[in-house]
């Protein structure tokens, strides 16, 4: 870990062309909250219950190693710049060694948010990424809570900063895509019902009046007064489908002949992209955004991968149908044996033939085309 | 309408069937891929037939878009010299024929998931609803729509009412098991309302669905692109100049021209607001929307005087002052503009703090996927207690009614 007032960026090609710039930060590690290594005994209701968190760190290296995989496939539309990664994790917790990152102390913090604002500011078509995982509370503004939370459980807040705040004063910022990814908490608590927070600073207030920028995008994780979630030691569901978004999953083609992921089906995508992360959760997440102009920030090199369901009206009918699909200009065929549960197929986006034949006269051979486009597809083949 | 390709001579003729007649002016999207998904034209259409002209022989991906976000596709295989043709039957897109438009309009991500995950449950709610006015800063009844111990079954009750000119209106929705719900009514509209149980999961999103829109179609279609972040697909159903169109007509319809002052500001063709955004701030002391506008107008045009600068907060105050805007992204610019001059004037205006914090308050009860303003109450603490609550927020104290009083003279001098 490096010192707090040194900034060694994680990825650094950093020029005056248009870019990508990420600042990643990710909080598991809360060392006077519950569980941390300095405890202290909080005294505003509802913060005695913030505990350590294993999810965040593990996001942020997520995100990262996405976005340097992105330069190094070259399907970023602005080429990455700048990663810069802050992350407290708890001792003993798998951070690669050559990782060149920084705890996310709310100092480090604000270093952070105001080096990534001048390397945003040096291009007007540069590509602004801001993501925080890790413990957050709301009541008007959202707060987010870094490494030194509850440090003086007195005035708690000294740890946190008003996002709704940053981010408004981050239209200020030259770069004119700005897009700002929220995986925290927005639940208030009975002490926070009580304090007046309204003192609590944004990491920039912003002294000016002036236009939004265009491509904005916020996207929040939870719903107002609701909760994220993520897996103890894994990706949250909210940054493993954000990664998925990216990666294809959000999509579309146009007429140019790409994939490309534009920001506006991506937060369109949200809130079903996280029910694909599991849906046996109940999909109790709802992704909230604010958006201005849609914009292309990734054109994938090759078609992207989707998830074909095949099931048979009525259901009933499954279990007697060899089911084919066939891909309409190469013929390449796929086939499947009769059996109970729906047919699961990888296939490019495309045309396809589905075909359900039978064996006996019960029900009828049916074929019907179809699109298959992401980021899933549930098709139903009439065989009655 | 018709899209005319150059490589070949045969061609598509599609139909859109739909219950209602009157459906068929809600703009809609037809887009053409090939086999490959490449997208080929696209195009907004009213009406119910179209034609895809000049293709060569091939198999072709027909989509069709509503603006509520449903897409329907056809794969057709279209020979030389032939006609392929599709059809497109929304007549199952809405349980009750009455309700289609609202299924063909609504934003409403949660419907769209609900065909794909929720099996249908019957579901079964009794509310009252209520609607009232602000006139004056008082809330007033009127008896546009009441209804008591009302039965919503799963498929959803509709209405139909003509809301009055020159002040803000509300529809309340109460119940003893949830909490309420306000939602704002365009003044001096022809309203249709949809209301029917939520999709999604129970405690996660609020029991009940409002959908609420005008007939203006070109208006609310708008609305939906802006929300969806769409406005390239916003500009080919409506240039910049039909927007003006909008504006220019405010006088008969002034909340279909703050969605066209809306659009243009976020298309940030400023020229294209002229004076109209101050009349529209001027000429309805009742709509917040205008003189947000106005306010945002002067906001996004550079090289701010002081002058400037007291302006603007004249404008939000004032609007904050005639109540709460009546579409989503108004409220939005509100705060918005409100933080701006919060951190212009280095939080040491007395009136803006004040202000900035009541709006604080009222957006933590928005519905951000709403293009109309709806408020949601999630505190089960408000339950059985509404009233005095949402006269705070709609109409304000008496403070700000006098606020209000004397910045509307202010404007019309």
Redesign the interface.
Known sequence: MKEESYIELAFDQVSDRPQTHVLIIGVGNYPYLKGGSQEEAQTVIGLQQLEQLTSPPESALALFRTFTEFEKQGILINPLGSIDVLISAAPGANIPDDLNYRAATIRNVELAFDAWWKRCDRNKDNTAIFFFCGHGLE???QYLLTEDFGENPRNPWRGAFAF??TR??FHGCAAQTQLFFIDACRQVTGGMLEANL?GIPGLA????????S?YN?TIKAA????NAYGQEGSASYFTSALIRGLSGHAST???D?EWIVE??RL??LM??LI?LENESQ???Q?C???????KAIIRLKEVPEVILQVNCNPDAALEHAALSCIE??SRERRQREPAGSPWEIPLK???YELQASFAGRQYTDSRK???V?PPFK?ERIKCQ | MKIIKNSGNGYIRGVISSHESSNEFIPKRITLLDEKLRVLAHQWMTGQFFELEGLKGGDYVVRLTLTSGVVREQVVHVNERQMAEVNFELGGISPMETQEWAYMMSVNEEYQESLEYYKWEYKRLVININSFAVIEGRTEPNSLLTRFNQVIGSEGETYQLKTEAGHLQYLETTGEKFPPKYICLPPDHNIMIVIRPATGPEELVHPLEVMVSTNNWVAETLLAMMKRGQLKDARALISVADAEELLLYKRRDPPSAAIGGYYILKAGELDRLHDWANNLANWFPWLPDGAIIHAWQLIKTNNHSLRDYMKIKERLLEAYGRGVPVYTEGVRLLYEGLLQLSAFFYRADREIEKTLEQVRALISLVDWNQGITTLNFPKPDYIGNPTPVIENIVSGSEDRYRNNKGLVAQAGG
């Open positions: 009541k008007g503004d709704d705040t408004s004063a309204s207030t912003g002294s000016y009046i002036g236009t939004e265009i995008l719903a107002q007064n609701r083609s146009n007429e002949d920001t506006g937060a369109l809130t079903q029910k109940g999909f109790p709802r909230p955004y604010v958006m201005g102009e849609s309409p200009v986006a495309g045309v085309m179809t699109t486009i549930k």
